[in-house]
């Protein structure tokens, strides 16, 4: 049995973790940390867990997490997990780090949230779809939810060389702005309504951009987010404008979609469909992606569905966990979604 | 045209008084106060409004409010309304008041709320449906939400006579709760849920026991309200428990239905209804209210539907200030709800 | 006093119009049919209309119709409506009509639905912000929801001469489905969902297009559509691409607002807005756009948000009629929406 | 392994049967049946399956699916499970009924369903906190939703013998009103929105009735049902009218809540929380009970949340399957709900 930490676990994805762990056969969570709540029941912030997990917060140091666990989750806020990374590493731990400051180079890194880096270490981006180097890590960045949406997406357009020019347009539950409430997160503010915000410089482009063109060359990429009333959940509509040579591939249905069978061959939790829907992933590790292409034009529709904060976050940074400690892949995250 | 003051426009209840009065063939709202937001635009806060209302928040005097309207809403929590009223009176402005300060006697009201009353002055409570002294007043309480559909849809029983308890189960939308997020307005704490708080001790009650006890004697009265995932609305079911004698009456749906349209034949708002739902009241005036008898049984269920924002606070003020003023009853409410 | 006939009054757009008409100082329903529910009250389908609306529905002639109505709106599904409007305007109606039957020219209109035209007539596209031949025209092709945002949002660009390609992204609420129960309308389903249909190929593509090609010769226009867990509204996010000699202009933030502004200077129901939102305009008139350019680069991003059922189908029939009467453009529509 | 069989799955309680046997450590799904969808893919109803599930729908007899599996649910409307029960029991099979068919006494149930019972047997009323003999049972009726948790909130109360009445206001989501759109769960007649429904009649209280009167005599039971804004859940008010003379007791909070522990010492999906909500049993097998006495009074307000498909249908019935089979009860059930 592994021991794990979390660091940082008032949030939700300190409480998500919990949830997936609570059910894991190989792993169990051990220590959860918060300076605010040391002291204090887990149960009385993630009250879903009363009766299956009776820790307490903790405020222990970086040192002290490592000595008791094998691998660490930091899930706190960008520009924090950097202060715990190093130590963690240092006294052995294995570290999946599911705030930004691992998933960047660090010039981007520092340009993109406008703090300087102060410990800089080697990590993996961890979508395991793209990076089995994912296997062979001490430290992972654990991507942003929207990246993982628009890559997963489009990675295989990207592999195959026919992307002109990537829009993503996506829509996520509200979960993803945390905890804390908020003007956005208001109720009467969020129901019967959407709401566009960051509409040309979300902070999460460049993960997609740098996958996108690691696969590609130069990708031309746009994203633009919008809240909808729903907890969880991204749906996102990638508006694939194709390379005009590459255009008659895209009416071929069966080859687009060989494109992608051949891609997510060995990627369990990727599924095709349909039509992609938040209801069909829930609360699950899943990322359903389908498609369609306009009728004798460029541009190819495709649109994945992920729960943010599985797939999209704490799920993920299991399925890294899973493949770091030579555990199955899927372990503890093989179970469907809550529908409906 | 009547000029229209509000005292403290920044909340729910002053957006929806903007909204109300900016149809209202004979008021038009001339000034709007905020200590907080003086000098900004109304519509900086009550972003619907752009293009209908150019106000701008003021910080007036309450004698300076007073010299410029004929009639002034008080839209402040409970315990500032008391700081406003007599200054506004005595400068010769009629008074509504939708704050719970002038709703309940002095004992009542410093034992429900903790605090000193520092001002009281005469008012009549606001329910034009069972205080028509209301057309006299210069000053009113304008009841609470709450109140307003649990009185409206038991105050024929009561006059009748018949009721031994009256349990009250309501489930308002979040609106009630006001324009600042708090952990029970966060969307992922309310969506696809319902909350029940204040389970037997809200301070509504004594405003509903005053009504019926006035209207009936003594009748036991019991109150448990629940927030549910919808913005504007309460439905109030009221499990009536009918006095033994008096059981027959209940099972005689014609005679009881004669009991409600006698007592409401001049009250344009209150419609009777096969099964009041909020849908049918949204954004209006009305109260729709329906009823049906436990076979052979002492209980009588009966239900009421109003928009809390609107029949349940500013709608019912408009009222009351029609009355008062001498214009007609319905004047600038007499629309329908916005369903679907 | 204008006497008003519906064709078709059983559903959503029958009702708002009802709803609307209600309030409008200048014209009144008299007549509103249903063949499926001749002799019923209308506020048997429109339960929130009961105290304000008395009629039945009625199965009368076209004939009839127009003999005892000034204008007639035709809210029957598309392919229906052609069976009404010839004898409509024959016999001396003016005729608003909500359904598709009027708004593309006849090979078009074929070719999009699949069926053949029995009765093409002349008409004006109904969008009056651009069609000032409103005034003059008989017989009016209401557009559909989602051209109104769409053209709205992008039309004084495409007269600018500066959009090379536009691909609109439109999130829409459920009601345009209609008021009859389909899976995709089945709470489980829709609720905490969205869900992105006929990616591609949506039958409102020719109108936006139209619009467009009108203001601006080519332009190569894209649209895909989701419904969202909302009843009312449509926000569309019109990604814009713009010509390579015109990426200047986008990012100057006041002269594109220029554009818009001179645009619109005579349109009373659009407003610019920071960010549109459907919360601002439902249950409105009213369409907000604002807009975002991504830095240095070629796409300009344009939100627009509409109440589909008012400014996206009976509030902008209202406002044509309103127009074609020689009546004030704004008269029954001018007031906010019902926020929060 | 257990081979399970599921009669009649394309519901939604048959998807949640499949769901949680999916993640079972000793039980596995090899048989569901669906006459209408036979051949076809259980994902094709099921969508949130795939991956996991590869099962077809079937058409075989009850002989056939007895003969392959160890327990059977059936999943089939009230009426119809009567003619699969006794050829499954006579085959060998230990049958679920998840209907109505099998839970009350035959006059009982054809004076509630009006309808005649052909086929008669002894069965258990499977709600295994109060009905041990569940271990030893062949057919078990289980419990109807809205009875688990009004009898669940109220039990130990009519144990102690202080009820004099008990009035239910429960407020579902509408997932417990099935798979097939209606009127009722058409989003625009929902969302926003609260309906009460079968106000004083609903089916299921004969169910509630005979669970408290076993276990106190004589005690007066009212139920009124609601549908809100909610996919999955049940949050049940229990207005506990308590006798004269045992009126102090609910004054005791701790006597209240040692009544509580004592009774549900050994029911580990039973668990006392301050404010029982739907969001912290969503999905989970949990149901959470909280209460509140009305100080100096007579009444004691008593809260239950379940997830109506789970511990409400589908979880409840594997929780019977598990003590039937000689399980632990908590196995493939012990696992938190999906908050937020």
Known sequence: MLDIGIIGGSGYTGGELLRLLSCHPEAEAVCITSRKLAGKDVTSVHQHLRGICDLKFESPTAEEVAERCDVVFTAVPHG?????????????????????????????????????????????????????????????????????????????????????????????????????????????????????????NHRHVPEIRQELSRLAG?????????????????????????????????????????????FYEKAPFVRMAQVPMLSNVRCSNFCDIGFEAER??????????????????SGQAIQNMNLMMGLDETAGLWFPGGAP
Not at 169 to 175: E, N, P, T
Not at 296 to 313: F, M, P, Q, T, Y
């Open 80 to 200: 924090t997990a950097m202060d715990w990374v190093p130590a963690l590493l240092d006294s052995g731990a294995k570290v999946i780090d599911l705030s930004s400051d691992y998933r960047l180079p660090i010039d981007v890194f520092e340009r993109t949230y406008g703090i300087t880096h102060r410990a800089p270490r080697e990590a993996v981006f961890g979508l395991p779809e793209l990076h089995p180097e994912v296997a062979k890590a001490n430290l992972i960045g654990n991507p942003g939810c929207y990246p993982t949406g628009a890559i997963l997406a489009t990675a295989p357009l990207a592999k195959a060389g026919i992307i002109e020019r990537a829009i993503f347009d996506s829509k996520s539950g509200i979960s993803g702005a945390g905890i804390e409430p908020s003007e956005t997160s208001h109720y009467p503010n969020l129901a019967e309504n959407i709401r566009c915000y960051k509409i040309t």
């Open 218 to 262: 130069n990708v031309k990429v746009s994203f633009t987010p919008h809240v909808i009333p729903a907890v969880r959940g991204i749906l996102t509509t990638a508006h694939v404008i194709v390379k005009e040579e590459k255009a008659d591939i895209i009416q071929d249905r069966a080859a687009v979609s060989q494109i992608y069978e051949k």
């Open 296 to 313: 004798g034009e460029d541009r190819l529709v495709v649109i994945s569905a992920i729960d943010n904060l599985v797939k999209g976050a």
